[in-house]
Antibody, heavy 119, light 110 residues
Framework: QVQLVQSGAAVKKPGASVKVSCKAS????????IHWVRQTPGQGFEWMGI????????HYAQKFQGRVTMTRDTSTTTLYMELSSLRSDDTALYYC????????????WGQGILVTVSS | QSVLTQPPSASGTPGQRVTISCSGS????????VYWYQQLPGTAPKLLIS???QRPSGVPDRFSGSKSGTSASLAISGLRSEDEADYYC???????????FGGGTQLTVL
């Protein structure tokens, strides 16, 4: 069965970086895009960007341009999302979710990882 | 601040029919598919309605979706206690080139 298993929960200080991983299994790794979405009590859901595991092409939301990097490792079928220059308002649950390019069809989700930014 | 607008709360009694609205614009709902997600407390969202009105495998037919112009609706008939959850609409925004979400509707089964 399709699974996205996340790791990387962390407490970080402002200005630091965090790297969250998402291990995909149960399907052909390169057949579906992976989106990263975060959820905060104040902002709700925010779409951060998308990566095509087949080739590694990415597209980031303008809000996160310059601070976010999405990568993948095809040998381990793992996706990564790194967010730098962390601020307190980056405190959120970060999800990886499987989907397609150009729509909001997210059929499988990781369990979510809490990243807390606090001094 | 969400791009898509939903009522913050909705409620109904067991067996009733409840609808949740989602309002957007020509660059999102008006030009792309709408998706609905159910989020139970402490869990990740689950895809409930795909492409405006399609139910993924395993979703009961008590759940239905519709779209008209720049608005969409989720209807839940035969309300059950286990339907108590947060519901979110989502769509791709062609102008922003991002997926956008509603602020969520908390459904209470009285």
């Amino acid at each position: 069965q399709v699974q996205l298993v996340q790791s990387g929960a962390a407490v970080k200080k402002p200005g630091a970086s965090v790297k969250v991983s998402c291990k995909a299994s149960g399907y052909t790794f390169t057949s579906h895009y992976i989106h990263w979405v975060r959820q905060t009590p104040g902002q709700g859901f925010e779409w951060m960007g998308i990566i095509n595991p087949d080739g590694g092409n990415t597209h980031y939301a303008q809000k996160f341009q310059g601070r976010v990097t999405m990568t993948r490792d095809t040998s381990t079928t793992t996706l990564y999302m790194e967010l730098s220059s962390l601020r307190s308002d980056d405190t959120a649950l970060y999800y990886c979710t499987r989907g397609y390019s150009g729509n909001a069809d997210f059929d499988y989700w990781g369990q979510g990882i809490l990243v807390t930014v606090s001094s | 601040q969400s791009v898509l607008t939903q009522p913050p709360s909705a409620s109904g009694t067991p067996g009733q029919r409840v609808t949740i609205s989602c309002s957007g614009s020509s660059s999102n709902i008006g030009s792309t598919f709408v998706y609905w997600y159910q989020q139970l407390p402490g869990t990740a969202p689950k895809l409930l309605i795909s492409r405006n009105n399609q139910r993924p495998s395993g979703v009961p037919d008590r759940f239905s979706g519709s779209k008209s112009g720049t608005s969409a609706s989720l209807a839940i008939s035969g309300l059950r206690s286990e339907d108590e959850a947060d519901y979110y609409c989502a769509a791709w925004d062609d102008s922003l080139s991002v997926a956008v979400f509603g602020g969520g509707t908390q459904l209470t089964v009285l």
